[in-house]
């Protein structure tokens, strides 16, 4: 159990990788974007998992601050996309 | 004024006990807390309609759990086809939720839903992006429609 | 039994998250491959997180795993939103496939 959540844990960390290199080789600024998504899933998806092979329960706590201000920080930008295109300064 | 009091100090207890790991040490710091998430929550979001209905909540967890699973299962067999299998395209709905938080809810949570995207939402109208256009997708977003209307108690 | 159900959820977890990375190289706009990271991420973070909470120590424990996939959710909802909004203003069209004899 402990080895297969460090070897999915690992797979995840690939993964984050290439999908980082991928979206910021863009072609768009909205691609560029998809970075911060990234980090909001998989990398709250690594945490817990190492936290699962014994290197502390404490992570998970950093993985749920970190999905804490991914959301918060999302609502915010979407929230401020929203008011600046109404007041059209967009 | 008083059943919300309520309710959302339960809620937070709950949170404190998930957090600590249902330690028992900790609960003299825990009630200040639950206490002061209670006052904080109520003043800067004073309980307003439409409420979420508590009843709709495990039906609407269902609906949506099933969802997100024939979402994944779509999307990830679509990424091993390739770009040969999408027919992508935008798609024009007209809402019939009513403005505030659950258009809001809605618009967001049709990304997390097979084959559609929120793309730009203005008065009644919601601009979707959908990955193939031969799929009955405008029929699943009113599904959702639906049970977001269930869940906050409002007729869509 | 729970173990083995568990490895399994593991498992399937780190597929999607695979296609959701497979989805994101292949597919040819941002608009679908918002609808790759959105979807598929977001169901393997869910399957990784149940997989975990199976084998937790308590109650409370696996509830702590589990109350982080709403966040994570609603932090992929608001910003996938958030990016198509930001592309169709930037005036970025869905790509299209050419029309050829069907």
């Known amino acids: 159990m402990t080895t297969l959540a460090f070897l999915v844990a690992l797979f995840l960390l690939a993964n984050l990788v290439v999908a980082l290199i991928a979206a910021a080789r863009g072609p768009t600024s909205a691609d560029r974007m998809l970075m911060a998504l990234l980090f909001g899933t998989t990398g709250t998806g690594i945490l817990v998992l190492l936290s699962a092979t014994g290197m502390g329960t404490a992570l998970v706590d950093v993985a749920l601050v970190l999905a804490l201000l991914a959301a918060i920080s999302g609502i915010a930008f979407a929230k401020r996309a929203w008011q600046a295109e109404e007041n059209g300064h967009d | 004024m008083k059943r919300s009091l309520l309710l959302r100090g339960a809620a937070f207890a709950l949170l404190w006990w998930v957090l600590s790991e249902g330690r028992g040490d900790g609960w003299l710091l825990g009630s200040a807390a639950v206490i002061a998430a209670s006052w904080a929550s109520l003043k800067l979001a004073p309980p307003a309609p439409p409420h979420l209905r508590l009843t709709a909540l495990p039906g609407f967890l269902r609906f949506f759990l099933w969802q997100s699973l024939a979402g994944g299962v779509q999307v990830a067999a679509l990424a091993c086809r390739g770009r040969a299998a999408l027919r992508p395209g935008f798609v024009e709905l007209s809402l019939a939720l009513p403005p505030g938080a659950p258009r809001l809810f809605f618009a967001g949570i049709l990304g997390l839903m097979p084959g559609t995207l929120g793309v730009a939402l203005d008065d009644a109208r919601l601009r979707l992006h959908v990955l193939d256009t031969r799929l009955p997708a405008l029929a699943e977003a009113r599904a959702l429609e639906a049970a977001i209307g269930r869940l906050f108690g409002v007729a869509p | ?102």
């Open chain 3, 1 to 102: 039994m729970i173990e083995w159900l568990s490895m399994g959820l593991l498992l399937v977890g780190a597929g999607f998250f695979f296609a959701g990375t497979l989805g994101l190289l292949r597919f040819p706009d941002v608009y679908s491959r918002l609808h790759a990271l959105a979807k598929a991420d977001n169901l393997g973070l869910g399957c990784v997180l149940a997989g975990l909470a199976l084998t937790a120590d308590s109650l409370a424990a696996a509830l702590k795993l589990l109350l982080i996939w709403p966040l994570a959710l609603a932090a992929s909802a608001a910003v996938s939103f958030a990016i198509a909004r930001r592309a169709q203003a930037l005036g970025i069209a869905p790509w299209r496939r050419e029309e050829r004899q069907e």
